[in-house]
């Protein structure tokens, strides 16, 4: 076997050569809420591979305010802070003055709910940026002037829009080519043809008298792919009705 630090550069070279790298931008007042998200597990893979390249900017270092405010008061009374156009204004600018950009997103809960196949949309892309709402909001102006899709994670209220960010990032990165070994292939995943996973077991076969199936025991191949699609078909009815009709539909 090839020695860790030959590997890494083996990994990264091809990464050059053959595939695309994909780079996404983050703005966002609160870097540090995005930091363990983006540096561990299947991400950090990824980015060190240099298949993806995440860039988080502090929108405050683009605040020409002197104490580098980047909010203000709503013009409507009684609203609470709203974040102002030009800590934005001067970001996405200073972005798009460097590589053209695919999709300007901004997290906010009236955003158009996120989904797998808006994850498997965004994965084909070579630039995003991803703003994070904060606050009351964001000025309407760079709402109508920047951003080209507005996206949500959930009809809840978070805080923020890093959390979103996060998830959004999570769900686009771990699908990117070459990122997951064939064994957690990402077109197993539930949702990727609109049923849940099958039930998972592992040793010992029997645990204080709980059994594994014992179709799983079998050995048979056949048998055991049949299982798990049954399985994938009887959760998905019972517990997600709506998401079954979908796989009905799509089928
Ligand atoms: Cl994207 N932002 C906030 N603040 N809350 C949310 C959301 C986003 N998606 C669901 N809830």
Not at 17 to 46: C, G, H, W, Y
Not at 134 to 148: A, E, L, N, P, W
Not at 197 to 210: E, I, Q
């Amino acid at each position: 076997m090839f020695s860790p630090i030959f590997s890494f550069v083996l990994n990264f070279t091809f990464a050059q050569l053959n595939q695309k790298i994909m780079r996404i931008d983050i703005i966002t007042v609160l870097p540090e809420i995005l930091e363990s998200p983006l540096n561990f597990s299947i991400v950090k893979r990824a980015r060190d591979k240099g298949l993806a390249e995440i860039i988080v900017h502090n929108l405050r270092d683009y605040s020409d305010d002197k104490h580098r405010r980047v909010d203000d008061y709503s013009f409507s009374k009684g609203a609470g802070m709203v974040m102002a156009i030009q800590p934005i204004e001067k970001a996405i600018e200073k972005l798009k003055s460097e590589r053209n950009y695919d999709e300007i997103i901004y997290t906010t809960p009236d955003g158009k709910v996120f989904d797998q196949k808006t994850a498997n949309i965004l994965s084909m892309y070579n630039n995003i940026i991803i703003l994070c709402g904060h606050y009351k909001g964001i000025d309407q102006r760079i709402r109508d002037h920047y951003i080209t899709l507005e996206i949500s994670i959930g009809d809840y209220v978070l805080t923020g829009g890093e959390l979103a960010a996060a998830v959004i990032t999570d769900s686009v990165v771990r699908i990117l080519p070459g990122v997951l070994s064939d064994e957690t292939s990402a077109l197993t995943d539930s949702f990727q043809d609109n049923l849940l996973s099958p039930p998972v077991y592992t040793r010992p076969a029997v645990y204080k008298g709980m059994k594994v199936p014992d179709v799983l025991l079998s050995g048979n191949d056949k048998l055991i792919d049949d299982w798990k699609h049954n399985q994938s078909i009887e959760r998905t009815k019972k517990l997600r009705p709506d998401l079954f009709r979908k796989y009905l539909r799509e089928e």
